[in-house]
Nanobody, 115 residues
Framework: QEHPVESGGGLVQAGGSLRLSCVASGRTFTNYGMAWFRQAPGKERQFVASVGRNGAYTSYSDSVRGRFTISRDNSRKTVYLEMNNLKPEDTAVYYC????????WGQGTQVTVSS
């Protein structure tokens, strides 16, 4: 598998929205789930959301459930994270991962939410 590549991070005001994209071009992309993690300064990397290989199954951390939506487009080999009602505590580097063992990680994209 190729390492995924994230994009779409940036600066947004609290209450705003942002969409992250992740492209994973490996030929077995459709055989694996995908996930988003995030890491804030001084904190451990934490799980955010995941989506099954066909896009039907999704899972979210308690802190983002109801605000974030994960989806995927297998024809484009892309997974998305729609983030709504953003809060300052959402500020972190967001990483995309292919759910292989071990995971294949992207380089991350910075999301900063101002109050």
């Amino acid at each position: 598998q190729e390492h995924p590549v994230e994009s779409g991070g940036g600066l947004v005001q609290a209450g705003g929205s942002l969409r992250l994209s992740c492209v994973a071009s490996g030929r077995t992309f459709t055989n694996y789930g995908m996930a988003w993690f995030r890491q804030a300064p001084g904190k451990e990397r934490q799980f955010v959301a995941s989506v099954g290989r066909n896009g039907a199954y999704t899972s979210y951390s308690d802190s983002v459930r109801g605000r974030f939506t994960i989806s995927r487009d297998n024809s484009r080999k892309t997974v998305y994270l729609e983030m709504n009602n953003l809060k300052p505590e959402d500020t972190a580097v967001y990483y995309c991962a292919v759910e292989t063992t071990p995971r294949y990680w992207g380089q991350g994209t910075q999301v900063t939410v101002s109050s």
